[in-house]
């Protein structure tokens, strides 16, 4: 059966500080893999997708970035946090373009 | 633009009460229209996908339907293990790669 995985599960940081987290998928391959962020009281945002190793499409213009250098592995990084950051992120795969996404047990990042 | 509205934004039902969520939607050729179920601090959970109007799903205690322009996600029996948040999500056909669009959610509490 396919599983997901997040870390870290929680993360404090600095303002300005570099962010890395990390995703990784098992039991499927070329997975769609999607990094959303939920901010309370809003609904999902996506802010970026991939349907292939270093193929990143980004949806929201921000100070984050994404990248894929493993099939099963996505990565979501910052070089300097702002506040707004903070929240809930979550990744997500699909099989295929149509196919239903399945979550991961998500990231909650607070930057003070 | 796609959208996707929940209503109530939050339910109280006494355990044993069955009631209705409503999602409604407006995308450009729905794709697919999926529920999910969020506890706290969670990643939300897969629960349905519907393809096309009059279609129906059913696990255990929950049935989702659609329509043309709505989705209800009905609660038969309530326990209070139901207490969740529920997303509706829909995706179209327009672009390249299906798009969800997520509504903000309805938080369900039941009590005992």
């Known amino acids: 059966s396919q599983t997901i995985h997040q870390w870290p599960a929680t993360l404090v940081q600095p303002v300005g500080s570099p962010l890395s987290l990390e995703c990784t998928v098992e039991?499927?391959?070329?997975?769609?893999l999607y990094w959303y962020r939920q901010a309370a009281g809003r609904g999902l945002q996506l802010l970026f997708y991939s349907v292939g190793i270093g193929q990143i499409s980004s949806e929201v213009p921000q100070n984050l970035s994404a990248s894929r250098p493993q099939d099963r592995q996505f990565i979501l990084s910052s070089k300097k946090l702002l506040l707004s950051d903070s929240g809930f992120y979550l990744c997500?795969?699909?099989?295929?373009?149509?196919?239903?996404?399945?979550f991961g047990p998500g990231t909650r990042l607070l930057v003070l | 633009e796609d959208q996707v509205t929940q209503s109530p934004e939050a339910l109280r039902l006494q355990e044993g009460e069955s009631s209705s969520l409503n999602c409604s939607y407006t995308?450009?050729?729905?794709?697919?229209l999926f529920w999910y179920r969020q506890d706290p601090g969670k990643g939300p959970e897969f629960l349905f996908t519907?393809?096309?109007a009059g279609e129906e799903k059913e696990k255990e205690r929950l049935k989702a339907t659609l329509t043309k322009k709505e989705s209800f996600l009905h609660i038969t029996a309530p326990k209070p293990e139901d207490s969740a948040t529920y997303l509706c999500?829909?995706?179209?056909?327009?672009?390249?790669?299906?798009?969800?669009?997520f509504g903000k959610g309805i938080t369900l509490s039941v009590r005992p």
């Open positions: 999500a829909a995706t179209s056909y327009t672009g390249a790669n299906s798009k969800l669009t």
């Open positions: 995308v450009s050729g729905l794709r697919g």
């Open positions: 519907l393809y096309s």
């Open positions: 997500a795969w699909s099989v295929g373009t149509a196919g239903t996404q399945y």
């Open positions: 039991g499927t391959s070329n997975p769609n």
